[in-house]
Every structure is written in C-alpha cells, then in structure tokens.
C-alpha cells in the first residue's frame, strides 16, 4: 500500500478538497500509472453531490474521474501488454468477473459483477475505489487501453467515458452515411457524438439550448442546428430522424425528440438525469419508435474507438485547468458553460 495525492468531496455539500488516499502496491497483473490528464464527466458530479442515491449511493469521501491518461510507472511480473515509460489509460471500469456471459462476449459494461473505476467496493484496499482526481493510480491490464501516439494526451483523456458512450450506441444502431443522426446536448458527451456522427458519413443535426453554441456545433461537424426551445425549428424535422442521440444532463422533454423520430427510428439515453423523464406511450406506438439506454462500452469496443480516434484524428475539444480549479468547473458545468470538455492537467497536483 501506498499514499497517493487526490482531490475529494467529503460529502454531497462539500467542494472538492486536496486529501491523500491509499492505493495497493502493483499485483502481478497490475499496472501503476502516474495520471497525467483526468477529464471533468458530468457524472463526476452526479456522484459528487450523490445525485444517482436511488441507484448508486455515493460513498463518502468520494474521488471521481473516470477519464484517464497517464503514463505507467511500474508493471507487475505478469503483464505483457505494458512497459514503465509506456503511455497508458483507463476509463470507467477497472475489473470485471471475466467468466459471465457478458464478460465472455467483451460486453464488461453488462457485467453484474464489474467494478466502476470510482465510487464501487474496492477489494484490494477496502472501502470504494477511488477515481482520477490523482497522481497516480493502480489497476488490472486488463482494463488498461492504449492511446494511438498521433492522439493530444489532454484531449484524448475525454475519450474515455464521453468518446465511447457516444461511439458504442452509435455503432449499435447502425449510424452511418445516409442516415440522419441527431444529437441532443452540446457537452462533453454530444460534442464527442457530433465528431463521431461525422466522421461516420451521417446528416448531423445538434440540439441545443444555447444559442451562442451554435457556430461551435457546425464547426465539430454538424449540418443542421436546431435551438431546441424554438418549437417551429423542431416541428420542420418532425418524422425524419434514423437515431437520436440524447446526451443531456438534466430535466427535459424527451417526447419532444421522439416525435422527430421516422419510422422504427430510434431514440437511445446516455444522458443521466437525477428525476425519472415522463415518456409518452402514443408517439413510440404509431411509428413503432424505440427508446432505450447505453451505458460507456467493453473495452474491446473502447479499444476499438480509440484507434478510430487515432486514425480520424478525433479528441475532445478541451479546457485544461489545474486541479484548484475543478470546484469552479463543477459550476459552470451546472451553467452548460463548457467548451466541451474540462480537463485537468494533474501536474498542479503534484506541485501542491
Ligand atoms: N450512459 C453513460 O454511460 C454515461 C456516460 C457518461 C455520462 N453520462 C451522463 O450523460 C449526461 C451528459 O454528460 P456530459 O458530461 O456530457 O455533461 P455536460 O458536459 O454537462 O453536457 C450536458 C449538456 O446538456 C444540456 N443541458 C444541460 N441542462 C439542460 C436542461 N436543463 N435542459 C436541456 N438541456 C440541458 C447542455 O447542452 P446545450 O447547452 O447544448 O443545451 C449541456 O451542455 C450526464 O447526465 C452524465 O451523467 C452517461
Ligand atoms: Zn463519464
Ligand atoms: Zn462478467
């Protein structure tokens, strides 16, 4: 066991503040890494503040990040896949039971026994894993991915959780040239979905609250952007959508989009909000519409998003801030003023 420097939330009140915790000393198939970049997730702050209590009752102190880049300090004797000096990163899980169904198809995120990289029994240490808010942190080879070397290490830290949330249910649904795509919520999560969208050949359109996001949207790549609370923009692309993507943090009117949707179209959630959304049942009967969820993706598909990442040149259009910073964030997170993604750069922890 060792001590690592971290940034923590002692209560659901409470800003985040410098602590030390206790990570293990690298096992045989472990790999120790010293965090270089950690991206801000809105979920960050839905633990944080123990928004998700119904489903997910924060643990506290609780240390959140789940967007890690780092570079590897040292490699148990078993691992192969790893070198010291190597770079190296993690994403929202950090072990997994390996032996269900799910685990066996490369579908860890459906594993009944994962472990999420914070906030989920540590059976190592005791108590809860702690997230990237870190210098440094210590997990299985396994659920350690590499960075293509063309990628900005800042900028790929995102990719993590916001890039394959996106990337998965895009893929799963077939999202392709010919389709139109929409995207609801230009935050870290939609404006990874939007880079996507396009780099995949689909019609992107963006749905955004914030007039002023409009420019940035076309310039990630959309067609179309539609102000969402104007319902004249919405009603002209009623009936046409193949996908929609809805990434928002928050309340809102999930019908709204569903009516956009063609026939057999899909609307798919990645977006987490505290408070159930009320769905209405006539609008998915008559055009035979979906709506389902997605949660990050298996490592193998995360792998996978990252070497389209390497070979699109995609990341994340990031904010680097010092990890003195990150309360602040935290609030203009809440105030959708992100461009679109925080990202901390965790040398400011270790010169505290
Ligand atoms: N399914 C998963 O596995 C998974 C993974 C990661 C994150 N998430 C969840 O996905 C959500 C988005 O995460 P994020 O990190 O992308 O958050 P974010 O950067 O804060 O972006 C959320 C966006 O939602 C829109 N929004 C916020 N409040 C709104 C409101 N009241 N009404 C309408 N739109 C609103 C804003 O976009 P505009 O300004 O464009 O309107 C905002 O930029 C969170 O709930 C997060 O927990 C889920
Ligand atoms: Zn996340
Ligand atoms: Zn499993």
């Known amino acids: 066991m060792y001590k690592a420097k971290a940034y923590a939330a002692a209560s659901a009140t409470s ?7 206790t990570r293990r000393d690298p096992t045989e198939h472990d790999i120790q890494i010293e965090i270089l970049y950690c991206g801000i997730c809105h979920s960050d702050f839905h633990t944080v503040r123990n928004e998700w209590k119904d ?13 890690i880049v780092g570079r590897v300090t040292k490699v148990g004797s078993a691992v192969k896949k790893f070198k010291t000096g190597d770079i190296a990163a993690v994403g929202c899980m950090v ?10 198809a490369g579908l860890e995120q459906f594993c009944p026994n994962f472990v999420l990289t914070y906030n989920f029994p540590d059976k190592h240490v005791g108590g809860v894993t702690y997230g990237g808010y870190s210098d440094s942190i210590v997990v299985d080879q396994r659920f350690v991915l590499r960075v293509p070397p063309n990628l900005n290490l800042a900028g790929a830290a995102p990719l993590l959780c916001a890039g394959i949330t996106t990337y998965s249910p895009m893929h799963h649904w077939g999202v392709t040239k010919g389709k139109k795509a929409g995207v609801v919520g230009l935050g870290g999560l939609g404006h990874m979905a939007v880079k996507f969208a396009h780099a995949l050949g689909a019609h992107v359109v963006v749905f955004t609250t914030s007039p002023g996001k409009k420019d940035a949207a076309m310039r990630l790549g959309a067609d179309e952007v539609v102000i969402s609370r104007n319902a004249d923009e919405m009603q002209k692309h009623a009936d046409s959508f193949d996908f929609i993507l809805d990434a928002v943090s928050a309340e809102h009117d999930i019908n709204a989009y569903i009516n956009l949707l063609r026939r057999d179209g899909n609307l798919t959630l990645v977006g987490a909000p505290e408070k159930p959304l009320p769905v209405a049942a006539f609008p998915l009967i008559m055009r035979r519409r979906s709506l389902s969820g997605s949660p990050i993706g298996g490592i193998a598909e995360t792998q996978e998003m990252l070497d389209f990442c390497g070979k699109h040149n995609i990341t994340a259009d990031v904010e680097v801030i010092p990890i003195q910073k990150v309360n602040e964030a935290y609030d203009r997170l809440m105030k959708s003023d992100v461009k679109y993604r925080f990202s901390i750069d965790m040398a400011s922890l270790k010169s505290e």
């Open 15 to 21: 800003p985040l503040a410098r602590t030390a915790i």
């Open 55 to 67: 489903f997910l009752p924060t643990v506290y102190p609780c240390v959140p990040g789940h967007e």
């Open 95 to 104: 072990d997994s039971d390996r032996t269900c169904p799910e685990c066996r």
